[in-house]
C-alpha cells in the first residue's frame, strides 16, 4: 500500500466497494466524526440531501448505503442511529495486497489509518461495533474474526461457524450468526473467548435450530429483535 497515491488509493477502494458490498461504517450517521449522531449531522445530511458525486453539495460520508446518492435510505440508517454514541472510526473495506486478503480502515476522507494482519480468507461481511470502534469481519472459509479499532490485531478467532452472515446487536455486544449447513441461528455471547471453536467449545453460545436456509439477518437491539431471511419460507 506505501507509495499509493490518495487518488489511485480511492480508485482501487472504489473497484473493491462495487465488487464486495462490504464497506462498514463505525457509527452511521456520525457525520461530523464527533462520536454521537446528534442535530449537527442531521444539518450537515440535509445540506447534502439529493446529491449525487458529481454534484457541488456532495458529501461522501452521508452516502451511508454506498449507492452513489445522498437519498431517503441514507436518512433512514442515519434515524436508525439518532442519538446513539460510539468510537467514530471511519470505515472498513477489504483489500487484496501483495497476494493476501486484509481490511483497510480509513477515515472519512478516506486517509489510510489502519491495516489489519493478513486475513486467511477474502472478506466476506462486516459488522461493525458503534461503542468501541472493533470490527467482526466473517471471511470466506468461514471463520469470524475481532480487529482491534486501535493497531488492527486480530482480538478474537471463533472458527467452523458454517457462517453465512453476521450481525451484531449494538446495544448487549451480542453477535448473531446465520448457519445454514445446520438450519440455525447461533448467538455469541460478548464473553466469548479469544479462541473458540464452535465444534468443541461450550459456554458461550446459544442456537436456535428449524430454520430451512438462513442466509441473511439483522438485529434490533432496542426491541432485541433478531430478523432472520429463511429460505424455507420464500
Not at 203 to 218: E, I, R, S, V
Amino acid at each position: 500500500m506505501a507509495g499509493i497515491s490518495t487518488r489511485r488509493f480511492l480508485g482501487i477502494l472504489t473497484v473493491l466497494s462495487v465488487l464486495i458490498p462490504t464497506v462498514c461504517h463505525a457509527l452511521p450517521g456520525d457525520l461530523d466524526n464527533s462520536g454521537r449522531v446528534d442535530g449537527y449531522d442531521l444539518v450537515l445530511f440535509a445540506r447534502a440531501m439529493g446529491a449525487t458525486s458529481s454534484d457541488a453539495n456532495w458529501l461522501a460520508g452521508a452516502d451511508l448505503d454506498g449507492n452513489g446518492a445522498v437519498d431517503q435510505a441514507d436518512l433512514a440508517i442515519l434515524s436508525a442511529h439518532f442519538g446513539r454514541t460510539g468510537a467514530a472510526f471511519g470505515v472498513w473495506a477489504p483489500i487484496y495486497e501483495a497476494y493476501r486478503y486484509k481490511t483497510v480502515r480509513l477515515a472519512e476522507d478516506a486517509q489510510l489509518l489502519a491495516t489489519s494482519p493478513a486475513l486467511s480468507a477474502s472478506v466476506v461481511q462486516f459488522a461493525g461495533n458503534p461503542r468501541d470502534g472493533t470490527v467482526w469481519v466473517l471471511t470466506s472459509d468461514r471463520t469470524i474474526l475481532l480487529l482491534s479499532p486501535t493497531n488492527d490485531t486480530i482480538l478474537k478467532i471463533i472458527s467452523n461457524t458454517n457462517a453465512r452472515a453476521i450481525a451484531l446487536n449494538p446495544d448487549d455486544q451480542s453477535l448473531w450468526v446465520c448457519d445454514p449447513v445446520n438450519d440455525r441461528v447461533i448467538r455469541f455471547a460478548p464473553s466469548v473467548p479469544a479462541t473458540y471453536d464452535l465444534d468443541t467449545d461450550t459456554g458461550h453460545h446459544q442456537t436456535y435450530p428449524g430454520f430451512g436456509n438462513p442466509t441473511a439477518l439483522d438485529v434490533d437491539g432496542r426491541t432485541n429483535t433478531v430478523w432472520v431471511i429463511d429460505g424455507s419460507t420464500l
